[in-house]
């Protein structure tokens, strides 16, 4: 079985900095993107960011664009979401997912057929 397995989330100040990772372990993974998605209370999961496995393009929410930079080493097959500048209203749960999406549409959640099961991030004003 294929495991994606969240860490690094936790409690920060607004301004401060919070790096994830994923790391992909059991059976090869087949995919063509990895992705970061968030969900917080009350609203539906959003895609954070991307990057294409071949590639190594990466792709942004315009609401994290300049703050947050994801990056993979496939050597660990593992993955990094690296937040600076966080705002409260970057709070929620963080999710790494692997699946196989076309790059225009990288955030759709539905394409991703493997997920970690979710890593929470809090920032307080």
């Known amino acids: 079985a294929v495991q994606l397995v969240e860490s690094g989330g936790g409690s920060v100040q607004a301004g401060g900095s919070l790096r994830l990772s994923c790391a992909a372990s059991g059976a090869a993974v087949s995919r063509s993107h990895m992705g970061w998605f968030r969900q917080a209370p009350g609203k539906e999961r959003e895609g954070v960011a991307a990057i294409d496995i071949s590639g190594g393009t990466t792709y942004y929410a315009d609401s994290v664009k300049g703050r947050f930079t994801i990056s993979q080493d496939n050597a660990k097959s593992t993955m990094y979401l690296q937040m600076n500048n966080l705002k409260p209203e970057d709070t929620a749960i963080y999710y790494c997912?692997?699946?196989?999406?076309?790059?225009?549409?990288?955030?759709?959640?539905?394409?991703?057929?493997?997920w970690g099961k979710g890593n929470q991030v809090t920032v307080s004003s």
């Open positions: 997912a692997a699946g196989w999406t076309y790059d225009d549409f990288w955030y759709r959640f539905a394409d991703y057929n493997y």
